[in-house]
C-alpha cells in the first residue's frame, strides 16, 4: 500500500539551520496500522508531508496505492492527495464561516466530487459515529477541542480513502479524552479497511498499533528544524 525507497529530503538552511532526512526504506501494508515515533527534530512531520505528496523529496520514490506519488506533477499530486488520502492534523483547523457539515464534505468539493443526497448522508452517518449528529449545521465556534478534534476524524475519512494519515491526532486533548477519541479513530479506520499511519508522543497508546517504527531506523537528521 505505502513505499518509499531511498528517499533523501532537506530543506535550505537559514541562519545556520537547516534539516536533511535520509529514509532507506518504508513499507506499510494495505489494513496495517503503523505508529512512527521519535523525538521532536527527527523527521516524522516531514515523512507524512513527504507520504501526501505536500513536500517532493530530492531522491527516492514513494508509492501510495499504486501510484509512484514522486512521479506526479504538483497539480495530479493535490488531486491524488484529495482522492487517496485523509489526514487528521495536531489542531484541527476547521472553516469558521462553514458549518460543520459543510467542513466534513470540503475534501468532497475541492475534488469536483458530487456532492449529493449520497454524500450528505454519508457525512451525517459519521458524525453520528462520533456524536455529532445534533450539531451538523452548527458553525465551528461553537464546538469544544473535543468535539472539532472529531470532526477532523469525519473530514479525513468522508471520502472513503484508502490511506489515513494523522499527525499526533489526540495532542490537543487531555489524557482523559485521549484514549475515548483513539478508540473511536480505529474503530472507524478499521471499519473502512484504511491502512493507517499515524505519529505519536503518546507510548501508552502504542499497544493499539499492529507495528511500531522508530525514526532513528529509518532515517538520519541532521539540523534542527522541529
Known amino acids: 500500500m505505502i513505499t518509499a525507497r531511498h528517499i533523501r529530503f532537506s530543506y535550505p538552511a537559514h541562519d545556520g539551520g537547516g534539516f536533511s532526512l535520509e529514509v532507506a526504506a518504508f513499507a506499510v501494508s494495505g489494513g496495517e496500522a503503523v505508529a512512527v515515533v521519535g ?3 527527527s523527521g516524522k512531520t516531514t515523512l507524512l508531508s513527504l507520504l501526501a505528496g505536500i513536500e517532493t523529496p530530492q531522491a527516492g ?30 489542531r484541527v483547523e476547521l472553516l469558521e464561516y462553514l458549518t460543520l457539515e459543510e467542513n466534513i464534505l470540503l475534501p468532497l468539493r475541492l475534488a469536483d466530487a458530487r456532492v449529493d443526497a449520497a454524500a450528505r448522508m ?14 451538523a449545521h452548527r458553525l465551528p465556534g461553537t464546538l469544544s477541542q473535543g468535539e472539532r478534534q472529531r470532526a477532523g476524524i469525519c473530514r479525513a475519512l468522508v471520502a472513503a480513502p484508502p490511506v489515513v494519515l494523522a499527525d499526533e491526532p489526540t495532542s490537543s486533548l487531555d489524557a482523559a479524552s485521549a484514549g475515548p477519541a483513539l478508540d473511536l479513530f480505529f474503530q472507524l479506520v478499521r471499519e473502512e479497511g484504511a491502512t493507517l499511519v499515524c505519529l505519536t508522543h503518546d507510548t501508552a497508546q502504542l499497544s493499539r498499533f499492529d507495528r511500531v517504527v522508530n525514526m532513528r531506523d529509518l532515517a538520519q537528521e541532521r539540523g534542527g528544524r522541529p
Do not use: M
Open 122 to 135: 454519508r457525512a451525517g452517518g459519521l458524525l453520528a459515529r462520533v456524536g455529532l449528529a445534533g450539531k
Open 61 to 90: 520514490e514513494i508509492t501510495v496505492d499504486g501510484v509512484a506519488v514522486t512521479g506526479l506533477g504538483e497539480p495530479a499530486r493535490r488531486a491524488f492527495r484529495l482522492a487517496k488520502i485523509g489526514q487528521v492534523f495536531q
Open 39 to 41: 523525538p521532536s527534530g
